[in-house]
């Protein structure tokens, strides 16, 4: 059973940062790309960042380009997501997942965390 586990979420002013963490197991970490994505009461899941098995290649959301940044680790088997400049419609429930094939769509996704909260208050 793959698992993935987020954390780091939590309450910060506009204009502040966050550091999320998703840990997974070896096998998992070694086998698949790793994505981030949003939800937000009321909206569509929505692609944050995603990073290639070989650490080459990320992809990021037209709304978080320039300030939030994705990377992995592979000695510690985690997959991190640095947020700068965090605004209000930032907030939402993050989750990690995993993927065979580095994509921007959730359909491509197997493996995905319980989610963390983020919240912005405006």
């Known amino acids: 059973q793959v698992q993935l586990v987020e954390s780091g979420g939590g309450d910060v002013q506009p204009g502040g940062s966050l550091r999320l963490s998703c840990a997974s197991s070896?096998?998992?970490?070694?086998?698949?790309?790793m994505g981030w994505f949003r939800q937000a009461p009321g909206k569509e899941r929505e692609f944050v960042a995603a990073i290639s098995l070989s650490v080459g290649t990320t992809y990021y959301g037209d709304s978080v380009k320039g300030r939030f940044a994705i990377s992995r680790d592979s000695a510690e088997n985690t997959v991190y997501l640095q947020m700068n400049s965090l605004k209000p419609e930032d907030t939402a429930v993050y989750y990690c997942?995993?993927?065979?094939?580095?994509?921007?769509?959730?359909?491509?996704?197997?493996?995905w965390g319980q989610g963390t909260q983020v919240t912005v208050p405006s």
């Open positions: 070896e096998r998992t970490f070694g086998r698949y790309a």
């Open positions: 997942a995993a993927s065979l094939i580095l994509s921007r769509d959730y359909v491509r996704y197997t493996y």
